[in-house]
């Protein structure tokens, strides 16, 4: 199993940026993809970006139509942590902020407890 953490969530101003971690633990070879959800109240969950490697260490990135300009996944391999990097942040990105680990980019198996991130205007 792999077991992802988020934290780095908080209250921001619009405008302003947060950084959010996951750290994975566990059999992390066996899941070479993370990827960020959100779930706003009352909302369904939304995919955000993902980021996955192949053996000869290449990134592939996704991201979000909507999120691709202001959202940034960058990772850590030694740390086994990645990073969501939000900038230029807008009231309607408030939402718990999940990260999932995968098998193959597509399939979440494992998933964390979420960091609320809340923007005020």
């Known amino acids: 199993q792999v077991q992802p953490v988020e934290s780095g969530g908080g209250l921001v101003q619009a405008g302003g940026s947060l950084r959010p971690p996951c750290a994975a633990s566990g059999r992390t070879f066996s899941s070479p993809a993370m990827g960020w959800f959100r779930q706003a109240t009352g909302k369904e969950r939304e995919f955000v970006t993902s980021?996955?490697?192949?053996?000869?260490?290449?990134?592939?990135?996704y991201y979000a139509d909507s999120m691709k300009v202001r959202f940034t996944i960058t990772r850590d391999n030694a740390k086994n942590t990645v990073y969501l990097q939000m900038d230029s942040l807008e009231p309607e990105d408030t939402a718990v902020y999940y990260c999932a680990a995968s098998p193959d980019g597509t399939h979440y198996h494992y998933w964390g407890q979420g960091t609320q991130v809340t923007v005020s205007s």
């Open positions: 980021i996955s490697w192949d053996p000869s260490r290449t990134d592939y990135r």
